[in-house]
C-alpha cells in the first residue's frame, strides 16, 4: 500500500512541485495550505508523514507541529528557508524528525522522505530479553514501549531508535558519526544540529534533571554513553 504524504505550504508552485515528485515515486499525496488546514486533512486521513512549512497564514509550522505532537508520533519534516539556522533548530526542538532546507532538488526531497520512512518503521529487535532497565529507566522491546519511573514516555520512532541504539551498547562511548550513522543514516553522518537537538529532546523525556544526566551522558571530545549501571 502505498504511503500517504501530507504536504503543508501556502506556496502554491512549492505544493504542486512536491506533489509532483512524490506522485513520480508512487507516493500518495493529500495538500493544505496552512496548518488549521493540516490538523483537519490530518484528523480525517490517515498519514505517514508530514513535510511542514514554516511561515504560513494562521497557524504557522511551528504551531502546528506542537498541536499535532500532542497527540501523534508521525514523522515530520520541517521545511525552511536557507539560513535559517534558528527554524531548524525550533523545529527540530517542537518534535519534528528532520529538516529540508529550500530550495532543494528533487532528488533531495525523496532521499530524505525514504529515509524518515525508513526511520519510522518499527526496529527489528532480535534479542532475546524483552525488557531493558537502567535505573528508573525501563524499555519493552516486543511493545516499543518506555517507562521512567512508571511513568509512560512518548517518543517519536526517531527518538526511540536513538535510545535503543545506547541501550545496545552500555558502557561504550558512541562517536556522533556512529550515532548519526547507525540512527538517521550515512548520508546525515556531518550533520551534527539533529544530534544534539535529538539528544537534548531525549534527557528533557528521560532524566530526572537533564543538566546532570545519567541515563546519556556526554564524553566531551569523545561522544556519549549510556553509563553501566554500579552494582
Not at 117 to 146: K, M, Y
Not at 181 to 191: L, P, Q
Not at 219 to 231: C, K, V
Request: proline share 5%.
Amino acid at each position: 500500500m502505498a504511503k500517504r504524504i501530507l504536504i503543508v505550504d501556502d506556496e502554491p508552485r512549492y505544493l504542486r512541485l512536491l506533489e509532483a515528485n512524490l506522485h513520480s515515486e508512487g507516493y500518495e499525496v493529500m495538500t493544505a495550505q496552512d496548518g488549521m488546514q493540516a490538523l483537519d486533512v490530518f484528523s480525517a486521513s490517515p498519514i505517514d508523514l508530514v513535510l511542514m512549512d514554516v511561515m504560513m497564514p494562521r497557524l504557522d509550522g511551528f504551531g502546528a507541529t506542537q498541536r499535532l505532537r500532542e497527540f501523534t508520533n508521525v514523522p515530520i519534516v520541517i521545511l525552511t528557508a536557507r539560513g535559517e539556522e534558528q527554524d531548524r533548530v525550533r523545529g527540530l526542538d517542537l518534535g519534528a524528525d528532520d529538516y529540508l532546507v529550500k530550495p532543494f532538488s528533487a532528488t533531495e526531497l525523496l532521499a530524505r522522505v525514504r529515509a524518515v520512512l525508513r526511520r519510522a518503521q518499527p526496529p527489528s529487535d532480535s534479542s532475546q530479553v524483552r525488557f531493558f532497565t537502567h535505573e528508573d529507566l525501563r524499555i519493552d522491546f516486543a511493545r516499543a514501549e518506555v517507562w521512567r519511573a512508571d511513568n509512560p514516555v512518548s517518543l517519536s520512532a526517531t527518538e526511540y531508535r536513538l535510545l535503543l541504539h545506547f541501550a545496545h551498547n552500555v558502557g561504550k562511548i558512541l562517536t556522533s558519526e556512529e550515532l548519526l550513522t547507525s540512527v538517521w543514516g550515512v548520508e546525515y553522518k556531518n550533520d551534527k544540529e539533529i544530534l544534539w537537538v535529538s539528544i537534548a529532546r531525549l534527557r528533557q523525556k528521560l532524566e530526572k534533571d537533564a543538566h546532570t544526566p545519567r541515563h546519556i551522558v556526554t564524553r566531551s571530545g569523545l561522544g556519549y554513553l549510556m553509563p553501566p549501571i554500579e552494582a
